[in-house]
């Protein structure tokens, strides 16, 4: 029998994700001073998520999340920044199982890894496919768009750095240690 990528876990792990992402978005965000570009705790969320559940499970929860913020702010979605999340979520997912959660670890080498992760994903997310699509897709200026982009990127990764480690520590810490219990007659 194949086992699919959608199980239980992952499809509701979506949706709760994507709720919790969208009323982040909305809510709580902090204006940078350039224009459409706000410091996004949501980010810190979707990184949750990502290393929790994995790739697919941050790939629809920054595509469905940030494409229902869009939608419902602005009247329309912005797709190079849609996809800029949902490539967020999925770089981020990708290294899920590196995490050690389900071993109620999250250690300084496992929060150096994460946010080295962090960095890379949302720096070529952010700085690089985000300015390069508006392009591509809406024809905007070059300057606009990379200064866009650069901001961010650095927001997102501080928002991570910041939010997303306190998350996942936390989290760890609701899971039991491997080897912490042990068999009694």
Known sequence: MKKSIFSTKTVVAIGIGTAVFLILAKFAAVPTGIPNTTIQTSYGFLALISAIFG???????????????????????????????????????????????????????????FNIVQIIVQAIAWALVAPLLDIIIYAEPANKVFTQGIVAAISNIGTVAILGTLLLTAYAKTRTKKGSLSYEE
């Open 55 to 113: 790739p697919i499970a941050g790939l629809f929860v920054g595509l469905f999340g940030h494409a229902l913020n869009d939608l419902t702010s602005y009247g329309s979605i912005w797709w190079s920044w849609v996809i800029s999340s949902a490539i967020v979520g999925l770089g981020i997912g990708l290294y899920f199982k590196r995490f050690s959660f389900e071993d109620g670890e999250f250690g300084k080498k496992h929060i150096i890894l």
